[in-house]
């Protein structure tokens, strides 16, 4: 799609807040403005103290918004814009309004946007180089980040203070190139149903003690909100996690191979896209007993049966639902997985070496190899978990695209709910 036309019409809210680098804001503006986007600017007082209203007032061709109470005219409430926006962003976002928004403030009229918007959220962040890399700060942008925020990373250079640093605004161009892409990434998959198993299964012993697998949920979740992000909506089933499900997700928590089993049989019907990314126990104790085992000099024996292969199970009545797979190796990855691919009728399989650094478990990194049912093989390099999903969501919507199907969910939501 031609950039002006992914523009084109478009509502963004552009929320300024007081950094120096707020004057920025009006050559972002004009490059929206230049693209044919509808701006509407919304600035904190910190901000106004760095560049006029009405410059923006100017630019974008709309009210600018300052106060959370303001007289009302005929032009739209906060709640209306905030309703009707396809993107927020901030640029630049200042510590103190990620620090208040990661907990939830809303005392002015951008932070109460900011709760009351169901669009993507966009963040280019800027300020010192101490502060950007301070814990606290650090913990507040991570927050927002797992709630779906998307943050544009500032670049080295000469800051404010008059030192060299990280802190700056990112570039212009990079910012547009960034809505850009949330823009795109949000209608890649809208009106698609997505499956996403993630996390470990815990599979009793006694009341106590149960044996599972190594996994954190990281890549199920980043690959649950990175679908939600591009439009689609997600059903999210996961074992036992620290994690918080993403914003936006229908979250089911199981704790056994048979409860996953369960829920996702139950729900595979409604969905067009499965992504199976949990980390099953291949088996269960035969027998889980009541209350606490007591320890022996003996040692214990478990005897242990097998646990159904979920996603071998759903592969084998998909019909035309995409089904990706995830193969975690210690050795002959390749051929694995690509056995794997075949033996559970799957359209594209993940591998990852476990043993490799900077993959597999409880790191926010991976290193994976994609293998297609055509056995196209396309090794990444090491990336965030949250660009491997982007990646793998992207090779899925390749393959809806590709195979032009409409969605069974049309249907399904009509039925439920009139929109
Ligand atoms: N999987 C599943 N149910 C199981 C086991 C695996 O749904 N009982 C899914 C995983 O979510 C993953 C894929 O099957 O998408 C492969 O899982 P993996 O653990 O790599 O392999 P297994 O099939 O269990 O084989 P093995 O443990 O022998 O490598």
């Known amino acids: 799609m031609p950039e002006t036309d992914l523009l084109k019409g478009k509502r963004i809210i552009l929320g300024i807040t007081g950094s120096i680098a707020a004057y920025k804001a009006a050559e972002i ?19 106004t103290h760095f560049i006029s209203p009405l410059t923006l007032q100017t630019l974008s061709g709309n009210p600018v918004i300052t106060e959370l109470f303001y007289e009302r005219g005929p032009q739209e409430t906060h709640i209306d814009l905030a309703s009707r926006n396809d993107l927020l962003l901030i640029a630049p976002a ?17 932070t109460t946007l900011v709760l009351a ?17 301070n814990s ?22 000469e800051l404010s203070c008059g030192k060299k640093g990280m802190g700056r605004l990112a570039s212009i161009s990079k910012i547009i190139e960034a809505v850009k892409t949330a823009l795109k990434r949000r209608k890649d998959l809208s009106g698609k ?27 199920g979740f980043a690959l649950a909100r990175a679908a939600y992000e591009m439009g689609g909506k997600v059903i999210l089933i996961s074992g036992p996690t620290l994690l918080k499900p993403p914003l936006g997700v229908e979250f089911i928590q199981i704790r056994t191979a048979l409860e ?15 992504i199976f990314a949990a980390a099953v126990a291949d088996f269960h104790p035969s027998k889980a007993h009541r209350g606490k085992i007591k320890k022996e000099e003996k040692g214990l024996v478990v005897e242990l ?41 799957l359209d594209m399989i993940v591998a990852n070496r476990i043993s490799e650094e900077g993959a597999g478990f409880e790191v926010d990194t991976n290193i994976v190899t994609i293998i297609s049912k055509e056995e196209a093989i396309e090794k990444l390099p090491q990336l965030s978990k949250d660009e491997v999903a982007r990646l793998i969501l992207k090779k899925v919507v390749d393959m ?13 939501r009509r039925m439920r709910s009139p929109n």
């Open 117 to 133: 918007t169901t669009s993507p959220i966009l963040m280019a962040p800027a300020m010192n180089e101490k502060m950007y890399y």
């Open 260 to 274: 996953m089993y369960e829920a996702v049989k139950e729900r595979f019907k409604e969905v067009d896209i499965g």
């Open 136 to 157: 606290i700060f650090k913990e507040n942008m991570e927050k927002l980040a797992r709630y779906g925020v998307e943050f544009i990373e500032p670049e080295y250079g």
């Open 193 to 219: 149903r997505i499956l996403v198993t993630a996390g470990p299964t815990q599979e009793p012993i006694d009341e106590v003690r149960y044996i599972a697998n190594r996994s954190s949920a990281k890549m």
């Open 94 to 110: 200042t510590a103190n309004i990620i620090g208040k928004i990661s907990t939830g403030i809303a005392d002015d009229i951008l």
């Open 400 to 412: 809806v695209e590709a195979a032009g199907f409409e969605p069974v969910t049309s249907s399904v």
């Open 29 to 47: 503006t004009r490059e929206l403005i230049k693209r044919e986007a509808q701006v509407y600017v919304v600035m904190t007082k910190a901000a």
């Open 305 to 345: 049966t097998p646990n159904p292969d979920i996603l071998k199970e759903i592969g084998k009545d998909k019909g035309s639902k995409i089904l990706v797979g995830f193969a975690a190796e210690v050795e002959d990855l390749i051929a694995n997985a690509s056995l794997k691919l075949k033996e559970k009728n």
